[in-house]
């Protein structure tokens, strides 16, 4: 049997990039998802591709939309085994200079659009004894410059993740996150030429001396996939990292 057969499970941000990757690794290995996207377009598109059960839209900002989606998916699915908790955004400039009207809405998507998204998804995950895998990041561990206020909400996605876990685990609710390195999507694409223009080392070079290569978006799913199965029955509370040894040296 494949480890997610049946399991129920609802991704934000799974329009592109790392929540479709999950999203389409997750239907692979036998689980019915539900996209979601702020992106209506690249919602329905990534479900007929990767042959979703549906699509609940929102925008994670939002927490009426956030409370209707979950209700969607749940309704969709008959319950909810699985909260990928995946949407966000970046800002690449150094910290002092980025406005405080982006570092507002950073911590609204981020942080904040995890945090109701939890609240929203968790009676149901309680009902089912299901889990949580929040998408965080090596940006929450280490500082990086031009990443200032990322990595801020990415430490604040880890920390959520660890008391959530903790307050939970009598509930047999897991919680879980995962962070990687830089992995080839749209975001990373954005980034590069910053990180370019501050260093002046060709983007490719940078990744290869510091993590040997681009991560995939399926090096990432593949992690998630984990978490999100009964193989990681006694894993709660951790942060999985990926980032080709980024954070070891
Ligand atoms: P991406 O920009 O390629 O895709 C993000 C998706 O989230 C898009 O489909 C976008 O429409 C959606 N989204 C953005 N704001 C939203 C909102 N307010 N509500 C709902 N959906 C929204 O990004 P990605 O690289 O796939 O990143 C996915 C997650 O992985 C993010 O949380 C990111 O911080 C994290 N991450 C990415 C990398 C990387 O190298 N790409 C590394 C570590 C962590």
């Known amino acids: 049997m494949s480890e ?8 934000t941000g799974s329009g592109a990039g790392i929540g479709k990757a999950i999203a389409a690794l997750f239907v692979e290995r036998g689980a019915q998802v539900v996209v979601s ?52 955004i970046e800002v690449a400039s150094p910290l002092l200079q980025q406005s405080t009207e982006s570092f507002d809405k950073i911590f609204a998507v981020n942080v904040r659009g995890t945090f109701v998204t939890m609240k929203a998804a968790t009676p149901h995950l309680v009902a089912s004894q299901g889990n949580i895998v929040n998408i965080a990041s090596i940006a929450g561990i280490g500082g990086s410059p031009l ?25 047999g609710v897991r919680v879980n996150a995962v962070c990687p390195g830089f992995a080839d999507t749209a975001m990373v694409e954005r980034l590069a030429p910053d990180f370019e223009a501050a260093t002046q080392v060709p983007f490719g070079d940078l990744v290869a001396a510091k993590q040997g290569r681009l991560g995939t978006s399926q090096d990432i799913a593949e992690v998630a996939a984990f978490l999100a199965s ?20």
């Open 37 to 88: 996207d702020l992106n209506a377009d690249s919602a329905k598109q990534s479900a007929d591709e990767i042959g979703a059960a549906g699509v609940a839209n929102c925008d994670v900002t939002d927490e009426a939309q956030v409370r209707a989606a979950v209700q969607q998916a749940v309704d969709l699915l008959g319950g909810l085994d699985v909260l990928v908790n995946n949407a966000g």
């Open 147 to 171: 990443l200032g206020s990322y990595c801020a909400t990415k430490a604040a996605v880890i920390q959520l993740t660890r008391v959530a876990a903790v307050e939970m685990r009598p509930t």
């Open 230 to 249: 009964d193989r990681a029955a006694w894993v709660t509370g951790s942060h999985y990292v990926l980032d080709g040894g980024l954070t070891a040296s």
């Open 4 to 11: 997610l057969q049946g399991k129920r499970v609802f991704v």
